[in-house]
């Protein structure tokens, strides 16, 4: 416990249930006295959501598709009535049809592409829009993307140019938001076990690959991605913003695989 985020207020968007990445993000936040409100997609996840965010003290939890405009506008009409600002927002969204998380890239069909990239990349925008008109003192924007963005990576496909999208996103936001002070970065995160996660082809063929090759020889732990976004959410990150942050246990920096990895 500590104080790192009393007397700060924000939106976290993105939460499905207690392995997801925007409730890491949540917890680490919460344990440093911030106060949270949730958004949730649909009735079903409704009833995962309430009971963690009652968990960090908040009862402050209402629906929003990203991929609907008056959806956003309620959600931030709701913020505005019941906080008047914000101090910092989570978006850690992103969906693909799964059945074109494998095979080839280049078969992604319009309308998949078009989607992938609305709720991926867009949605960002979308809510950083309005989050910012409720930011008056400043503030920090945080999203989440994946190395897929920068580099091939098996499966990753349209999800990749969505979160190149996505990251190109974090630099023109910055520059917009900026001379309001408000900071826009992203976390990529390496692989984790989540829903979204479940969705990519052979996804425990990429966590023994990245096990055994990054850098501290083991998977980054959903901790340590919610203590890294506590950090750029914070005061602590005051002086960061247009940032791609890495935590995958340093992956990122491999050139090759390692010659003591195994051959899988
Ligand atoms: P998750 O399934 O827990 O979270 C994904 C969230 O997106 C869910 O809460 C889902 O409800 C939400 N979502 C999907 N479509 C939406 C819509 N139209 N409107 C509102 N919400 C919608 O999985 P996660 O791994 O925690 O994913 C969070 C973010 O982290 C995603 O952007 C993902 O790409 C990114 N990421 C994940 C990994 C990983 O390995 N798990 C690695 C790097 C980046």
Redesign the pocket.
């Known amino acids: 416990q500590g104080n790192l985020m009393q007397g700060k207020r924000g939106l976290i968007?993105?939460?499905?249930?207690n392995?997801?990445?925007?409730?890491a993000i949540a917890r680490a936040v919460a344990a440093q006295g911030g106060e949270l409100a949730f958004?949730?997609?649909?009735d079903a996840?409704e009833k995962r959501v309430r009971p963690l965010a009652a968990s960090v003290g908040s009862d402050f939890v209402v629906p929003?598709?990203?991929?609907d405009d008056a959806a956003i506008d309620e959600t931030f009409e709701a913020i505005k009535q019941k906080w008047g600002k914000i101090d910092f927002l989570v978006?850690?969204?992103?969906?693909a049809d799964k059945n074109f998380l494998r095979g080839r890239f280049v078969d992604t069909p319009r309308a998949v592409f078009q989607q992938a990239l609305d709720?991926?990349a867009y949605?960002f925008a979308a809510v950083s829009q309005r989050a910012s008109a409720l930011m008056p003192d400043g503030g920090s924007l945080l999203?989440?993307?994946?190395l897929g963005a920068e580099r091939w990576m098996p499966h990753y496909n349209v999800?990749g140019v969505a979160?190149a999208a996505l990251e190109a996103s974090v630099r023109y936001m910055a520059a917009d938001l900026g001379k309001d002070n408000i900071r826009v970065n992203g976390?990529?995160?390496?692989?984790?076990?989540?829903?979204?996660?479940s969705g990519i082809g052979d996804?425990s063929y990429i966590l023994k690959w990245n096990k055994h090759n990054s850098l501290l020889k083991r998977n980054v732990e959903l901790e340590e991605v919610g203590t890294s976004g506590l950090y750029l959410l914070s005061d602590l990150a005051k002086g960061v913003t247009g940032e791609i942050h890495h935590v995958d246990c340093g992956y990122h920096a491999v050139g090759m695989k390692h010659p003591d990895a195994p051959d899988f």
């Open positions: 968007m993105g939460v499905a249930n392995r997801s990445i925007a409730w958004t949730y997609l649909g996840l929003c598709d990203v991929g978006h850690a969204i992103g969906f709720i991926s949605s999203t989440l993307t994946y999800m979160k976390i990529s995160a390496g692989p984790i076990k989540t829903l979204a996660a996804f």
